[in-house]
């Protein structure tokens, strides 16, 4: 999350504002400049090179602060969505609120990252789309498949989402992070599938994806996680196939990297200096600010904001993740 100001008054803004709170002015999110710009009374910005952009049609519906290309039109993040609770849903429609506003804080923390995102549209077979269900009526599964990622909207229920979190042993449980664990099986297969040399290296360090995935998901529920998980595995569920501990390791990923940007941001830490290891990010930045997060938390009597242990063997991981952000971003020029 950057230090953005008002164009206008200069007070500070946020990703998620959509009005100025300070002079009132109107304010959206420019996915081109990875900006929070000024509107006039109509919803329409006029960039520097003259291209008017216009309020996204979903303002009223999710609470969509970002800006679309055509007037009327939906912006980039909710074009991707392909199915949401219908009108007559109300319960649905609620907490579909949630669910867009963590989806567009992934799709600005991926282009942030450079990586890249193809759509359905681009790519009817693969491109990434969600399916943001309700489960009022019908029961969800929250999934991966060729591209397209299903989310049971009640994880935007803070009580749901507790009791789901106690009931599987979870240490941490939100919808960002579920947005960001299913786009790690995504990228798994733009990014690491692929191409050859890289699913061999995957294999190595996270098994062997040809595994039978139903069989390991019934070994896992009814044996549970090994004695000596946390060594390799950055959680219990990372445990279950090949597949979950990329997934896994991929969420924590962009969970370190987007949480140090924003510490960055607002002086927490220094600004990090030119190319490094990520095994360098994670022990000289990340586990400092982390331990010191955990401490402010403990201090308000909350559980911890971190509570993850980071073996070698996870930050190989990690280090491995890092790679395909660089190697991405390298073919892209």
């Given at each position: 999350m950057k230090k953005q100001s008002c164009s206008v008054c200069g007070s500070a803004v946020y990703f998620d504002n959509s009005t100025?709170?300070?002079?009132?002015?109107?304010?959206?999110?420019?996915?081109?400049?990875?900006?929070?710009?000024?509107?006039?009374?109509?919803?329409?910005?006029?960039?520097?090179?003259?291209?008017?952009?216009?309020?996204?049609?979903?303002?009223?519906?999710?609470?969509?602060?970002?800006?679309?290309?055509?007037?009327?039109?939906?912006?980039?993040?909710?074009?991707?969505?392909?199915?949401?609770?219908?009108?007559?849903?109300?319960?649905?429609?609620?907490?579909?609120?949630?669910?867009?506003?963590?989806?567009?804080?992934?799709?600005?923390?991926?282009?942030?990252?450079?990586?890249?995102?193809?759509?359905?549209?681009?790519?009817?077979?693969?491109?990434?789309?969600?399916?943001?269900?309700?489960?009022?009526?019908?029961?969800?599964?929250?999934?991966?498949?060729?591209?397209l990622i299903t989310i049971n909207l009640a994880e935007s229920d803070d009580a749901y989402r507790e009791r789901m979190r106690a009931q599987l042993d979870e240490p941490y449980r939100t919808m960002l992070g579920h947005f960001r664990h299913e786009v790690g099986h995504y990228f798994e297969t733009v990014l690491v599938f692929s191409d050859d040399s890289r699913t061999r290296e995957a294999r190595r360090l996270f098994g062997d994806d040809t595994k039978d995935y139903q069989a390991e998901i019934d070994r896992h529920y009814s044996e549970g996680a090994p004695a000596d998980w946390n060594e390799r595995f950055i959680s219990k569920y990372a445990t279950m196939h090949p597949y979950e501990d990329f997934a896994e390791s991929f969420a924590h990923y962009l969970h370190i990297c987007d949480t140090l940007d924003t510490a960055r941001e607002f002086g927490l830490i220094a600004s990090a200096p030119g190319r490094r290891s990520f095994r360098e990010v994670v022990e000289n930045e990340w586990l400092p600010l982390a331990i010191a997060l955990n401490q402010v938390n403990r201090s308000m009597g909350k559980e911890d904001l971190y509570p993850f242990i980071l073996s070698p063997v996870v930050i190989d991981k990690l280090e491995f993740v890092h790679g395909l952000r660089t190697e991405s971003a390298t073919a892209g020029g």
């Open positions: 100025c709170l300070h002079c009132g002015t109107g304010l959206a999110y420019l996915r081109p400049s990875r900006a929070i710009v000024a509107t006039d009374s109509q919803g329409r910005h006029t960039d520097a090179s003259g291209t008017s952009w216009h309020r996204c049609a979903n303002a009223s519906l999710s609470g969509c602060n970002w800006l679309a290309a055509e007037s009327g039109g939906q912006c980039f993040s909710c074009d991707l969505t392909r199915t949401r609770p219908n009108d007559n849903d109300a319960k649905g429609l609620s907490q579909f609120h949630a669910a867009e506003q963590a989806k567009r804080h992934l799709v600005a923390e991926l282009d942030e990252l450079g990586l890249p995102i193809v759509t359905r549209a681009e790519d009817p077979d693969g491109g990434l789309a969600f399916d943001l269900l309700s489960s009022v009526k019908e029961k969800v599964l929250i999934g991966h498949a060729n591209g």
